[in-house]
């Protein structure tokens, strides 16, 4: 997602970086490369050239010509311009302003990922909002769709709506609303049946569901994959249903981002999250200002962060850093670092959020360094002997084979694993000061190939 729109604005950029004058012509030929890369990545065409002629006002005036880095300005009016695409700054959250249980209604086409969010909000609101939700399916257009969200209910440990066969959608919506008023829930999340395309049986059937229940919310779930036609879909439904906010889905695929950035525009309604996965964690808060600065290449530390803090052990964490702080790291050690670092997920896509790395990401894939280099590393480590671990110093040619040979990897590799765990562990010293975010965040770069001697792509 993304990554060639950014490898074109971050290209189109090149030709200001480190420049001290702005040559008009330089800025109307970045603006021309802008307005391709949008295009390409199917943004839709009024979004393009509002955004087009919002960065050639500005970059035009006074403001850039006179500054004294008027390359970096340019760059902060694009990254400005895409936030406001985006949405504006700050994500826009959920809606539970409502006398509880407040309704939640989800809608959308067939197969856009309805069932699995509502599954992710259900999950998510209980987890982190502490709330008491109650999740029923609606959808009796399809055999066994009943069934699959209370498989989703029972795996995100959230109740659902026992099912009555026969009932028609409103009479399950009505009995979802008794229950919850009843057992006293918070929310209710409504899921709905999909149609292939938009047509008049859907909207009414949709339409009769929301003015029986008054949802707080009625999220609109659309496929990103889809792209322009996301956007057209959204369109319709929000003419037709008037939608509080956007589920953009199947954000792990590769589609090219212009749902996401027309989205706004072209509906008026917020993307409030986005999906990137099948599992049921696999649903972030949208927030623009990060995505601007992941299209940007300029990283999304702050999303970073939240989801270190999220994954990371804190115990295991902190007891790291008190080895650092008194000079002791061993190999031990950094394999539980190795460890901590594949739980938070594919290592580019953490690249992906770290500043000024996004050029590292191809060469990640590449080099195919992903999940597959970390548990590599973990294997080497745990060929060794605890005494090997507490003290890498013992280990000479010999016992190198011999680690070699029981993980399955090169003495090559071994001695490259050691380079790093040097690197590491010589850099850690310095930045002891840093405290925990500072070793994050080094203790990451100093995976990235060709840095701090890492393999080279
Ligand atoms: N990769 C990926 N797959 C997703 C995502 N969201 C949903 N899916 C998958 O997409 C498929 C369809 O999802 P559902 O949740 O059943 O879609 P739906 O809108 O309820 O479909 P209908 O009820 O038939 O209209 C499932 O295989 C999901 O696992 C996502 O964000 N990323
Ligand atoms: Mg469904």
Known sequence: ????????????????????????????????????????ADVALPVVKDFIARVRDRAGGAEVMDSVTPGQQVIKIVNDSLIAALGGAGAVPLNLNATPPVVILMAGLQGSGKTTTSGKLALRLTQKSRKKVLLASLDTQRPAAQEQLAQLATRAGVPSLPVIPGQTPLDIARRALDVGRREVYDVVILDTAGRLSIDQTLMAEVKAIRDETHPAETLLVVDAMTGQDAVNTARAFNEALGVTG?????????????????????????IKFTGSGEKLDALD???????????????????????????????????????????????????????????????????????????????LGRANLDASLLKRQVAIISSM????????????????????????????????????????????KRMQKLGQKGLMRHGLSALMPGRFGGPKP
Do not use: C, W
Not at 22 to 36: K, S
Not at 291 to 308: T, Y
Not at 400 to 428: C, P, Y
């Open 385 to 428: 002997t605890r005494a090997e671990r507490a003290t890498p110093d013992l280990l000479k040619a010999s016992r190198k084979k011999r680690i070699a040979a029981g993980s399955g990897t090169t003495v090559q590799e071994v001695n490259k694993l050691l380079k790093n765990f040097d690197d590491i562990s010589d850099m850690m």
């Open 246 to 270: 956007i589920v953009l889905t199947r954000m792990d695929g590769d589609a090219r981002g212009g749902a996401a950035l027309s989205m706004r525009a072209i509906t008026g309604a917020p």
């Open 285 to 363: 808060e949208f927030h623009p200002e990060r995505v601007a600065s992941r299209i940007l290449g300029l990283g999304d530390v702050v999303g970073l962060v939240e989801k270190a803090a999220e994954t990371l052990d804190q115990e295991e964490a902190e007891a790291l850093a008190a080895k650092m702080a008194k000079g002791k790291f061993d190999l031990d050690d950094y394999r539980k670092q190795l460890n901590q670092i594949s739980k938070m997920g594919s290592l580019s896509s953490i690249v992906g959020m770290l500043p000024g790395m996004g050029q590292f990401k191809d060469q």
């Open 1 to 40: 997602m993304f990554d060639s729109l950014s490898g074109k604005l971050t290209a189109a950029f090149d030709r200001f970086r480190g420049r001290g004058a702005l040559d008009p012509a330089d800025v109307a030929e970045a603006l021309r490369e802008i307005r391709l890369a949008l295009l390409d």
